[in-house]
T-cell receptor
Framework: KAGVTQTPRYLIKTRGQQVTLSCSPI?????VSWYQQTPGQGLQFLFE???????NKGNFPGRFSGRQFSNSRSEMNVSTLELGDSALYLC??????????????FGSGTRLTVV | KNEVEQSPQNLTAQEGEFITINCSYS?????LHWLQQHPGGGIVSLFM???GKKKHGRLIATINIQEKHSSLHITASHPRDSAVYIC???????????????FGSGTQLTVLP
């Protein structure tokens, strides 16, 4: 079966612009979560969506937002980009979420570079 | 102060050695996960623990809720086990039912042939 698909794989944006990243989960998975990974801060949780509702949110500014559609596909948006937003953005999908036994499947990530 | 502490940061072992990676956390949790990140960046979910012990092949994960500590063990290590291992705790915050997923800083494991 198809894995978690993230698009695009690579992206270069200018400071002040906004960006939208996309994540298509494994078919049947209702939980989609987003993460930021940088060399300095490591992996950090952004937010989790379950059946189109944001269920948990990490400690990121309001410039970071997301949504989930009825087919479970999710998008993440970052407005007014800053140099520090350069990172690998990962999404993961699961049947039930972080407390379930089924684990998470991660996508390959979107490498965002802000110049 | 990091709410999830992982050690060691780097670990080099000879093939066949028994390996232990530790993860401790400061508040109550709903679940703890162990993840493996390969050199190419792909992340694989290894275990979810809320209590006790789980085993999958040569990998064993344990958690002690009272001591707020979890360990990941690899028996008979092999060069293909070389990767970054990350623990992630779903912390129970004091504000209502909010929960915060927090990651350890990762352990870079290198297994030499």
């Amino acid at each position: 079966k198809a894995g978690v698909t993230q698009t695009p794989r690579y992206l270069i944006k200018t400071r002040g612009q906004q960006v939208t990243l996309s994540c298509s989960p494994i078919s049947g998975h209702r939980s989609v979560s987003w993460y930021q990974q940088t060399p300095g801060q490591g992996l950090q949780f952004l937010f989790e969506y379950f059946s189109e509702t944001q269920r948990n949110k990490g400690n990121f500014p309001g410039r970071f937002s997301g949504r989930q559609f009825s087919n479970s596909r999710s998008e993440m948006n970052v407005s007014t980009l800053e140099l520090g937003d350069s990172a690998l953005y990962l999404c993961a999908s699961s049947l039930t979420g972080w407390t379930g036994e089924f684990g998470y499947t991660f996508g390959s990530g979107t490498r965002l570079t802000v110049v | 102060k990091n709410e999830v502490e992982q050690s060691p940061q780097n670990l080099t072992a000879q093939e066949g050695e028994f390996i232990t990676i530790n993860c401790s956390y400061s508040v109550g949790i709903s679940a703890l996960h162990w993840l493996q990140q390969h050199p190419g960046g792909g992340i694989v979910s290894l275990f979810m623990l809320s209590s006790g012990k789980k085993k999958h092949g040569r990998l064993i994960a344990t958690i002690n809720i009272q001591e707020k500590h979890s360990s990941l063990h690899i028996t008979a290590s092999h060069p293909r086990d070389s990767a970054v291992y990350i623990c992630a705790a779903l912390l129970n915050l004091t504000e209502g039912s909010a929960r915060q997923l927090t990651f350890g800083s990762g352990t870079q494991l290198t297994v030499l042939p």
